[in-house]
């Protein structure tokens, strides 16, 4: 059992940047890869980015790479999400969440096993 928890959220004008916080506790032994996946209300859940500790890969979905960057703590326990040049499309609630699949699909919801409840990023006009 993992227990997840999302921090950093909060309201950016335009062009700002924010840094999102993800704590995993529990038994994370088996965690191979974490993500961050973000949801506007009346859309769907979108994949923004995830570290896989196989090479240590990193993966960006089109719309924010060269603006998000993600990275971990070395004990693989703590997820950051740091936002440059934010726009009113980023506006979500943002999700993060650990998959215990040995080779994930790190772009694909159902292949994480624990999410946290989300934190809400707002950027204004």
């Known amino acids: 059992q993992v227990h997840v928890v999302e921090s950093g959220g909060g309201l950016v004008q335009a062009g700002g940047s924010l840094r999102l916080s993800c704590t995993a506790s529990?038994?994370?032994?088996?965690?191979?890869?974490m993500g961050w996946f973000r949801q506007a209300p009346g859309k769907e859940r979108e994949f923004v980015a995830a570290?896989?500790?196989?090479?240590?890969?990193?993966q960006y979905t089109d719309s924010v790479k060269g603006r998000f960057t993600i990275s971990s703590n070395n004990a693989k326990t703590t997820l950051y999400l740091e936002m440059n040049t934010l726009k009113p499309e980023d506006t979500a609630v943002y999700y993060c969440?650990?998959?215990?699949?040995?080779?994930?699909?790190?772009?694909?919801?159902?292949?994480?096993?624990?999410w946290g409840r989300g934190t809400q990023v707002t950027v204004s006009s």
């Open positions: 570290l896989s500790w196989i090479g240590g890969s990193t």
């Open positions: 969440a650990v998959s215990t699949w040995v080779v994930p699909n790190v772009q694909v919801p159902g292949h994480y096993n624990y």
């Open positions: 529990g038994d994370t032994s088996s965690s191979y890869a």
